[in-house]
């Protein structure tokens, strides 16, 4: 629970940071959405993130190209020999959901490998289970019991990040990516906050 909890919401707002970092005109973007919604004069509050759109629209994108959980754990036992279309899978074999495959498949997204939140402006896709294109937390019973508290977390850290700060490379953005226990980034984010001066307390 601890590593679910907060190992993967750590690792998803690096990513996100660093995507903010490489793509400072998409970083821009959402600065202009939060401070026309909060103006100058106080914090990002949770109630805002549902007036947030492009916002929202970064982190599914993240999710969509970086999932902290790649391999979903809905791994299941095959029993007995059965065909999936013409695929045989022999009893014994292990099968788990492999969500970073989906995420890139030419078949399913339009230009997989580009960062473009706007897809997610232009088309709503629901990313709590029930559209299995983008399914970051999994689906149906076995569903991540956290991912209504993940993405509230990460949507208000996101939210106060930028809206209180520009961020600026420290070296060049690396987006390697590495699986460990989760999918992490290779070489750590390294990155410089700039005070905007938004926020006056």
């Known amino acids: 629970m601890i590593f679910r909890g907060t190992d993967t919401v750590a690792i998803l707002l690096e990513w996100i940071m660093a995507r903010m970092v490489a793509h400072p005109e998409i970083q821009a ?7 026309k919604c909060t103006g100058n004069h106080r914090q990002v509050q949770d109630s805002d993130i549902p007036n947030l759109p492009y916002l929202q ?12 959980g790649p391999l979903l754990s809905w791994a299941r036992l095959a029993i007995h020999d059965v065909h999936v279309d013409k695929l045989l899978i022999p009893a014994g074999t292990t099968a788990m959901v492999n969500m970073w495959a989906i995420t890139h498949d030419p078949s399913i997204w339009r230009d997989p490998w580009a960062f473009n939140p706007d897809r ?25 019991p956290g991912k209504a508290l993940g993405l509230a977390t990460v949507h208000l850290w996101l939210a106060r990040l930028l809206h209180e700060y520009k961020w600026l490379p420290a070296k060049p953005v690396d987006l390697s ?25």
């Open 29 to 35: 973007k959402a600065r202009q959405e939060l401070e």
């Open 57 to 68: 629209a970064i982190v599914k994108e993240v999710l969509r190209l970086h999932p902290p």
């Open 120 to 144: 997610f402006m232009e088309e709503d896709v629901l990313i709590m289970g029930s559209d299995l294109r983008l399914a970051p937390f999994g689906s149906g019973r076995r569903v991540c």
């Open 177 to 201: 990516e590495c699986l460990r226990l989760s999918l992490e980034m290779k070489r750590p984010l390294e990155c410089r906050a700039v005070p905007c001066g938004n926020v006056i307390y």
